[in-house]
């Protein structure tokens, strides 16, 4: 991939928001204000994290498990970011993940040729074009079967329609409720739908582009997928897209000290189990990791071998040693109910002998 390719890429990922920012500079007490920007803001993290934690970690990938009205407010408010009914969504992303960058991969920017014509239609193809050639044919019957059989997540896929009026609407009317004018709520509808709606779409595509093109990698994986550390806080953590294709069952993209801090979702994640409303969380070992790392794989996985032997010998060791313990134990405690029922004995037969010698009454009295 040449510089050029990379420049556009960037430019085509960055200029929409670089924009958006500059027009809400421009607009300033015009058409935006501190109560619109917070109804964007809020709007977008509770929307993108429906795709992130609900459409995407738990539904599609099950690296958690909750109850099932987390799962109906998951799977509404991933509706709302207006990217597809949850069915068809969970279905198009696990087809992604079974033919990664090869032929049947819904939203590859690798299989449009070659040469920088190729690199351009691809990337056009992974970051909208497959909406309009190859969104929704992932067989549902094949790769949803799970959500099929679920009676409340068919019918919020069946809502769908009504989620576009709630994620368009709602946002009009909490303006309108907190400002009391006509004004505020087309302002609502304006930042807090239409352009909200834009900038999650445009992230959540730059993960099916840019993170299929342009960063860096480390584990031992056969696509092209890209770990892109600028994306992260805005995508919400999906952007570590190579830990998550290495791992994809794992509740955490980021994997590192640093990663696992940006990835907001993870974050959530680390909170919801806190608090008991999600549980079964999945985990990625250190030595899972350090045995998939590319290049030192077969090394790491001697070093991780040898860990955990030597693991198992520890463990092995402390079982000897607390059974060591505990039959000490149980011989100082039988010896001492010998020696106390020794005593006992001696005491009554000294009794006896008291009272056979005209000595006092062992008794009492
Ligand atoms: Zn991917
Ligand atoms: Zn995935």
């Not at 609900?54 to 690296?63: A, V």
């Not at 190859?134 to 992932?138: D, I, K």
């Not at 994809?248 to 994997?255: C, N, Q, Y």
């Given at each position: 991939m040449t510089r050029v390719h990379k420049f556009t890429n960037l430019l085509g990922v960055a200029l929409p928001p670089a924009a958006l920012v500059l027009g809400i500079v421009l607009l300033w007490h015009r058409a935006i204000g501190p109560l619109v920007l917070a109804i964007l803001l809020v709007s977008y993290v509770l929307t993108a994290g429906g795709i992130t934690l609900?459409?995407?970690?738990?539904?599609?990938?099950?690296?958690f498990q909750t109850s099932a009205p987390m799962r109906a407010v998951l799977a509404i408010i991933g509706s709302m970011a207006l990217e597809g009914s949850v069915i068809t969504w969970v279905a198009d992303h696990r087809k992604h993940h079974t033919f990664t960058d090869q032929?049947?991969?819904?939203?590859?920017?690798?299989?449009?040729?070659?040469g920088f014509g190729g690199a351009i239609k691809g990337l056009w193809h992974a970051h909208m074009g497959w909406l309009f050639e190859?969104?929704?044919?992932?067989e549902q019957e094949r790769y949803a079967p799970d959500l099929l059989k679920d009676p409340t997540i068919r019918r919020i896929d069946r809502l769908f329609p009504l989620w576009i009026v709630l994620s368009l609407g709602l946002p009009g009317l909490i303006a309108f409720a907190i400002a009391g004018t006509w004004w505020a709520a087309l302002m609502g509808v304006v930042w807090g739908g239409l352009v909200r709606v834009f900038l999650v779409h445009h992230i959540t595509w730059s993960i099916n582009s840019v993170c299929h093109f342009f960063g860096n990698r480390r584990f031992d994986?056969?696509?092209e997928s890209r770990n892109v550390f600028w994306l992260a806080p805005f995508s919400l953590g999906e952007s570590w897209h190579h830990n998550h294709h290495a791992f994809?069952?794992?509740?955490?993209?980021?994997?590192r000290l640093g990663e696992r801090l940006t990835d907001p979702t993870g974050l959530m994640i680390l909170l919801l189990e806190r608090l008991g409303l999600i549980w079964n969380v999945v985990r990625v070992s250190p030595e899972r990791q350090a045995a998939k790392l590319a290049g030192a794989a077969s090394t790491v996985r001697t070093v991780a071998t040898d860990a955990a032997t030597s693991a198992k010998l520890a463990a092995a060791n402390a079982r000897h040693a607390a059974t060591g313990a505990a039959s000490s134990a149980r011989f100082a405690a039988s010896e001492a109910a010998a020696n106390a029922k020794h005593a006992a004995a001696h005491a009554g037969q000294a009794a006896i002998d008291s009272v056979a010698s005209g000595g006092a009454d062992p008794v009492g009295a």
């Open positions: 609900g459409y995407h970690r738990l539904f599609t990938h099950r690296s032929e049947g991969d819904p939203h590859s920017p690798h299989l449009a040729g070659p190859s969104v929704g044919q992932a994986v056969e696509d994809p069952t794992s509740a955490f993209h980021g994997l």
